[in-house]
């Protein structure tokens, strides 16, 4: 009998996986930090872990460039299923696979309600090279229209 079809792999996890769960960061991950940390020596200001109330989703982008209207996520490849690095957990399958798939489908909603809203989403992978991360999100910047520009002041 798989582990799938155990009953008791429905069960949520053990207190001592939900704390250790507890402890994982939301923000100021190393990734984060680092990408964060090239971008200011770039000259670039942004907001941190700021919630935006769209129609439809309430993304928490960890970085967000308001003028620019450009909102960066660096995913964790366990949490968003890095197709390089992710894998399925072996214990406790039936918790698990759901939870992650609804990181993906939130991942998705957020995204579409973002460019509704006029916003270009950036998804950098935790794995990434910091400095190619920060590149290409500055290259995403720059690319930003003037007329954009404008028109959010």
């Given at each position: 009998m798989s582990h799938r079809s155990n009953p008791e792999s429905l069960t949520p996890p053990t207190p001592g996986r939900s704390r250790n769960m507890a402890a994982i960061r939301?923000?100021?991950t190393k990734p984060e930090r680092a990408i964060r940390s090239l971008l200011h020596a770039a000259g670039k200001r942004y907001r941190v872990d700021v919630r935006l109330d769209l129609e439809g989703a309430r993304p928490r982008p960890d970085i967000l460039f308001t003028r620019a209207r450009v909102a960066v996520f660096v995913d964790g490849c366990f949490w968003h299923c890095c197709p390089e690095h992710g894998r399925q957990p072996s214990v406790n399958g039936g918790y698990w696979g759901p939870k992650l798939e609804r990181n993906i489908a939130r991942d998705r909603?957020?995204?579409?309600a973002l460019q509704d809203a006029g916003w270009t989403v950036v998804r950098v992978w935790e794995h990434e090279d910091p400095g190619d991360a920060a590149e290409h999100i500055l290259s995403v910047l720059e690319a930003a229209s003037p007329e954009q520009r404008r028109t959010r002041r």
């Amino acid at each position: 009998m798989s582990h799938r079809s155990n009953p008791e792999s429905l069960t949520p996890p053990t207190p001592g996986r939900s704390r250790n769960m507890a402890a994982i960061r939301r923000r100021d991950t190393k990734p984060e930090r680092a990408i964060r940390s090239l971008l200011h020596a770039a000259g670039k200001r942004y907001r941190v872990d700021v919630r935006l109330d769209l129609e439809g989703a309430r993304p928490r982008p960890d970085i967000l460039f308001t003028r620019a209207r450009v909102a960066v996520f660096v995913d964790g490849c366990f949490w968003h299923c890095c197709p390089e690095h992710g894998r399925q957990p072996s214990v406790n399958g039936g918790y698990w696979g759901p939870k992650l798939e609804r990181n993906i489908a939130r991942d998705r909603n957020a995204d579409a309600a973002l460019q509704d809203a006029g916003w270009t989403v950036v998804r950098v992978w935790e794995h990434e090279d910091p400095g190619d991360a920060a590149e290409h999100i500055l290259s995403v910047l720059e690319a930003a229209s003037p007329e954009q520009r404008r028109t959010r002041r």
